[in-house]
Each structure stands twice: as C-alpha cells, then as structure tokens.
C-alpha cells in the first residue's frame, strides 16, 4: 500500500486558531486523496507563513519523504506549500528524486515537463505575491510611524486605542511604570531589588505575572515613555502623537546608569544616611557599617585621618546645622508674598524664554528635514542617518519639555512653593521624628553635600536654603533678639 502524508498551513496562529482554513484543506485533501485512491498515513500541520525559510513542520516532512518514509505527500494548493522559491526549489529535488508530490486544487502532473513548468510559473506568482503584499504592509505600517502612530501593541503603562489612535496612558500602570524609573534613578536599586519592589507595589505584565529582570530592561530603555517611538530591529526613531509618561531629564539618568557610567549594586542593609557622607579629605564616600550594635559611617581610605563617627554624633551635627533655619508664622507669611512676587515674574520672563524654545524646536525639525533630503539623495548611509535622526529628536523631545515647563510655570512655582514652605514646617518639627526613612528624606530634601572631616562636618544646602544661609541674620521682634534668617531684598532661588 502506498503512504502519503498531508500538509495544511496557515500563516498566522490567529488563523489556525479559527481553524476553518485548515479543515478545509483537509476536507479538500481527503477528497482528492479518495478519488485517487491514495492513503494519507500522517498529517504535518503548520501555523507559519510560508514567505521565509525555516518552517519547522515543513522541513521535518522534506526530511522525513527524503528518508523513504513515505512515498509522496498531498498538499491543497501550490501556495500552501511555499511563497519564496527556496522552499520550492527543495521541493522541486525531492521530485527529481522519484517523490510524488500532488496538488488537491490544482490538476497538474509534476512529472511532466509541462506540469512542472506550470508548477514553476504558480510558485513564481505566489513568491511574487507575497513579496508585494509584505511591500504593502510595510508601506502602512512606516506610514501609522511618519503620523506619529505606534502600529504595534501599546508598552506597558499604556493603553490599545484601535489603528490610527495614540496610545493613552493606563490609569492604574503609568504610576508604577514612572516609579520604576524613580527608583531607579536613585542608585538604590538594582535590576533584582528593583523588581522585587515594583512587585511588591503591585506592577505587573500583560499576561498579570511578574514582570521579569528582561522585562524592566526593556522598559527602562524604552524612549517611548518619554514621547519617541523607537523600532529596536532597525533602530529607527519617530516622533510620536502620545503623551510621555515621564520627563527626558529622568530618562536621561536612567540612561546613564544603565549605560554602566555609574554603578548600582543594589543594597544589602539599609542604613538612615547611607551614600550621603563624604570624606572632606580625600573625597571618597563614608560607608555604614553596623559593629557591637552601633552603626558607623568610615572612611575606609588607608592613609586619610578621617576614620569612622557614630551615626548618632552625626545626626545630632545635621540636625543642629538645620536648626539655624527657624521661622515664626509671621516669616512664613511674608516668605508667601515673596513667592508670589516672584512668579508673577518668572511667569513673564517665562514667555520670553518659550519663544526661543519655539524657535530650537523650529530649527531642529528644519535640520531633520534637510537630514532627511541627504539621505534621500544618498549623501549618507542609513547608519549614519539613523544616529543623526535619534539625536535630533532627542534634542526636540528636551526642547519640548522645556516648553511645557515655561507654559506651566505658574503650577510649577506654585508646587516649589507649596514644597519649600511644607520643609520649614517640617523642620519646625524635626525633634519629633522618628521614622529614618522620615530622618533621611527631610535631610536629603534640604542638604546637597555632607562632607566630614576629622573634627567636623560641612553641611552644603540645596536651593533656595543655600540663599537664606548666605544672608544675615536680621534682629525680629522687641527687646529680645531673635536672630531669624529672613531674606529682605534677595528673589526666591528655586
């Protein structure tokens, strides 16, 4: 008895999903191998497209007919069985060979001249067909990328609107999604802390399980959050139509530390002011360390004098430097009437500042455009454009959110000040905390340097407490002195 096999495809899983197209190619199979009285011993069944090489199911049955193990196979037409002429050359062999191979839709006989012949000019339109219709889906696709469409599912953080609509940012993903590139950015965590955090605040992959190590690498490395649509496969760069999720200055930091310019280890133990000393001498970062259940910060450098302090030494000289800045209710009163002053300019000056952006964002599209028309004349390769076209939508995406800044000063002012006021009150209360995570956020937000010598520390501080340190102290209030800094005449420095 002569054994045949049977193969069916389809192009897409989705399809074979569906199933109808290949039990028709069955049933259409098993009807012409009835009438020709051939058996069907086994059936090789494909979810692939048949326009590139390498299709497993396919190969398996070549090599299986090449092995004798069958005597031919039955296919339902000649484009099911290959759209690139590879493929049909190796079929072609296997004929040569003496492998019967039929056509259930197609009356052609493969072992005569002419029936190969009109074979070859059917596999040669099929191969010329699906060339043509993959030109057109990369004309469509390229095309959604030129209008600033993502025609590929949306990253996570964002949200599938249909073809030819942005992406929206997800309510309930784009706040972790933006926490992972904060925490990150601190230099607390690394990929394995960081994932286990994000984990624990309840971000998750599309399929609802944990997002892995690779996972968070791709999304950290993602210009998409930032407003680009980067295509990894070909490293192209689109302006995109969504809304970023983050700013570029954050991205930017990221990215260096991605880049391995500074290093993150992730951390062991927690300390309250871990990574925050540094040695006035050489200059080299204190490490904590816990011994005989105090903790020390040291200075592990061989030949420095400066060698360890306890922890409680330490803060007690923080704390005494942040009780300089003592404010009463009237101070704060006039601090607010500064601020707003103040806004009122920034917001003005701020107009002035955005036509020049609107002028760089000008002059940077023109410089893409003049890119685009060198590389569509062929003065440079696509390498080199592709580099140059990344750094010049960089440049616009910076400029950009420099522009929403300006356009939103007046928020921007107004939550500067609501923060800068909400320290002093927190200051005011700095002997009452207990929490070090409290400790360690109040001394971060108002210091920017914390250098320790042998005998001292220096305490730097971050805008606008480095204005108020550098101004006298004034006399406020009757007979008692109460040595208040109050800054009169200078302009809030935030």
Sequence with gaps: MKIYYGYVRVSTVRQGER?????????????????????????????ETAAKRGRTIFNRMLASLDQGKAIGVIIHKIDRSARNLRDWSDLGELIDRGIEVHFAHESLDMNSRGGRLAADI????????????????????????????????????????????PKTLNSSVAPLVRKAFELYATERHSFETLQKELTRLGLRNRNGGIVSRNGISTLLNNPFYIGLINIEKTGEHFQGNHEPLIPKSLFDRVQVLLRGKRKITGLKHSYTYQKMFRC??????????RQKGFIYYRCHTGACPTTSFREEALEEKIFKAL??????SEDLVNFDEEFKKFGKKYI????????SLRLSISQTESRLEVLTDAFIDRMIDKETYEAKKAK???????????????????????????????????MAHMDELENPAE?????????????????????SWV???????????????????????????????L
């Excluded at 049933?27 to 090789?44: K, M, N, P, T």
């Excluded at 003005?348 to 036509?355: M, N, P, R, V, Y």
């Design 392 to 426: 010049l939508l960089l440049e616009k995406a910076g400029y950009a959110e420099k522009m929403r800044d300006i356009e939103s000063g007046k928020e921007i002012i107004a939550h500067k000040v609501q923060n800068f006021l909400e320290l002093l009150k927190r």
């Design 323 to 328: 009780r300089t800045f003592k404010f009463t």
């Design 439 to 459: 400790k360690r956020d109040l001394v971060k937000s108002v210091t920017s340097n914390l250098r320790v010598s042998p005998k001292d520390l220096a305490v």
């Design 280 to 289: 006035e001498t050489c200059g080299y970062g204190l490490i904590a360390e």
């Design 122 to 165: 059917q596999a040669v339109v099929a191969s010329d067909y699906i060339r043509n219709l993959r030109d057109e889906v990369r004309k469509g696709f390229y095309g959604r990328l030129k209008q600033g469409y993502y025609p590929l599912p949306a990253p996570l953080g964002y949200t599938d609107n249909g073809a030819a609509k």
């Design 19 to 47: 199933g109808s197209s290949l039990q028709e190619q069955r049933e259409a199979i098993g009807h012409y191998a009835q009438r020709q009285g051939l058996v069907i011993s086994e059936w090789f069944e494909e979810k």
């Design 463 to 493: 805008s606008p407490f480095d204005t108020l340190e550098k101004y006298e102290a004034v006399t406020c209030g009757g007979p008692e002195e109460s040595r208040t800094p109050y800054l009169r005449s200078a302009k809030p420095a």
């Design 348 to 355: 003005k000056d701020g107009e002035t500042i955005a036509q």
